[in-house]
């Protein structure tokens, strides 16, 4: 918050390689608005297939951003307290969705929930099918959105340290007590730019959902789906669906960069998650 | 007795001993790492030690060893903390977080708000009621941090060096504050400052490397130190050794002076005389029986409109015209005189 920092002077060559990779990310960006087809952009992006896959991909991502948060936050606490037995072994492996290939993921779930998987059999004996249905959607992007919201939430809570939470119990207050008047209003800048993030990404999710869920009209066939779709036969309304994603991301970057919580950490994450978003 | 702690923490490499009186301040010393903050923690149920047992009022607040297993966690000891920094809620107002204590111990609304008045009016800062804690100095962020744990009504108050964060305009007012609040009261104030303890303390403890070395009340403690922490602070110089008939032998040689009647042969003992009393040579001056130490200057830095040379744990007072006639600079060897006269020799355990 130090007012007028100045960082002393890079060196030029430093200076010529960010602008290089700067115009590597802004580039294609342009490339895209320019190929789009304005006098028909509202017409494609307000066709019926097109609204439904809109509706459909902000109805599961708000449902797995909400997922994203209810089991994500207690996991976030869990690990920032070092309580957790074999937690150095736990960590990587309950992020891995974050480097994992979605469809890898995919494949995963598949073989969990699907008919012959894990849980699959036992829910299909209560009469529940999983797999390629919307209920799969959300599923997939839970699965590969919650850790963005563990890592940035984890990191604010350690930051954030424990003298606060020590001083309320000096206080006379519970760890409940703690936990809801100290402990998550303290950390709740971080955790609305974590549950922005996971939204971002279970809005771009493409490989897990293909793999797992299918692509049914109306019922699992999201944004990403409904445009890699429509690229093999109508180009112009794929690069119109495409803005509309990007117009959504920058809006969900913008707010989550603009609030006081967004740390060094939380900007490495958005760089991970722009970089390995879904294909 | 209010409160009676004793416990052993071997990560730490702590072994501690405090009693408090009903009503009673004791101001515990020590330099860094001492085991100090430790002991506040353990107190306050913050820290949780191998062994050992503390009682509060007759209520057992720990009882931990081969085969107790009591801790009675933080929040149910109503004891309070007051650290170094004043940790208010940032999220919180003034009056609410004032009236936290209150609140976590089941009252309602209105009337936490009427007990946060209440104690913030105490501080005299009821006119930062509705503030946010980042818009208070360091000096009134301590006094509410003062008032939000009193709210509390705790039965036991433990200060962590309170006044060590505050600037030198800031500090007499809020230690004007604790000696009025704390007035009747039991509590443990950690400190770095001998004025704290002068004005706060009933009595002394001094704590090194992770033991009690001395205690007593204020006054003794200061005017006959005897470990070299608490000589520091009493601005004295402190030699450890052994009382002969003629003195004390310490290193290789003996410390001439006047002996205490308490004193017998053969005890551990410590000599103990004023920097003012110490005169600097460049080279041993002859005759008259009078101590000698061969030194080297460590640092030379002011006092008051004196020199003050440090040689090791020795420490000299000289004019600067003198200073700069010996021409004492750090790595000079250096003649510490002092008469035995001076020197006073009393009993004191050896150093750790």
Known sequence: MSAGHQGHALPGWVTAAAAVGTGFVLLPLAAMVLRIDWPRFVPLVTSDSSLAALGLSLRTSAVSTLLCVVLGVPMALALARDTVPGQRLLRPLVLLPLVLPPVVGGIALLYTFGRRGLLGQSLDLLGVQVAFSTAAVVIAQTFVAMPFLVVSLEGTLRTSGQRFEAVAATLGARPGTVLSRVTLPLVLPGLVSGAMLSFARALGEFGATLTFAGSLQGSTRTLPLEIYLQRETDPDAAVALSLVLVAVAVGVVGVAHGRRGGSARLRTLLSWSRAGAPR | ?352
């Open chain 2, 1 to 352: 007795m209010s409160l009676q702690v004793s416990f052993v923490d071997d990560a730490r490499g702590t072994d501690l001993q405090l009693d408090v009186a009903d009503s009673e301040t004791v101001a515990v010393l020590g330099p860094n790492g001492a085991g100090k903050s430790t002991l506040l923690n353990v107190i306050a149920g913050l820290h949780r030690p191998a062994s050992g047992s503390g009682r509060l009022d007759g209520e057992t607040l720990f009882d931990l060893g081969d085969r107790a297993r009591t801790w009675v966690p933080a929040q149910d000891r109503r004891v309070g903390l007051l650290s170094q920094d004043a940790l208010l809620f940032p999220h919180l107002s003034v009056l609410e977080n004032v009236a936290f204590g209150p609140r976590s111990a089941g009252a309602g609304r209105s009337e936490a708000r009427r007990r946060a008045s209440h104690w913030l009016e105490q501080v005299e800062a009821l006119d930062l009621a509705g503030r946010r804690p980042g818009q208070l100095s360091g000096g009134q962020a301590q006094r509410i941090a003062v008032a939000r744990a009193l709210a509390a009504e705790p039965r036991l108050l433990l200060l962590d060096e309170p006044l060590a964060a505050l600037d030198q305009s800031a500090a007499p007012l809020v230690r004007r504050l604790l000696k009025r609040v704390l007035e009747g009261r039991p509590s443990v104030i950690v400190t770095h400052d001998v004025m704290d303890a002068l004005v706060l303390a009933d009595r002394i403890v001094v704590v090194e490397g992770g033991r009690v070395v001395e205690q007593g009340t204020t006054d003794a403690v200061l005017e006959r130190p005897r470990s070299r922490f608490a000589a520091g602070m009493a601005g004295l110089n402190l030699l450890h050794g052994r009382i002969t008939d003629v003195g004390l032998a310490a290193g290789s040689g003996t410390v001439s002076g006047s002996i205490d009647a308490t004193a017998a042969a053969g005890d551990d003992g410590v000599a103990v005389f004023r920097p003012a009393d110490v005169a600097v040579y460049t080279q041993a001056p002859a005759g008259s029986p009078r101590n000698t130490f061969h030194v080297t200057v460590t640092d030379v830095e002011p006092h008051g409109d004196q020199l003050r040379v440090r040689a090791g744990d020795l420490a000299a007072d000289v004019t600067p015209a003198a200073a700069a006639e010996l021409e004492l600079a750090p790595g000079t060897p250096a003649v510490f005189v002092v008469k035995a006269a001076a020197v006073t020799i009393y009993p004191g355990k050896p150093a750790h």
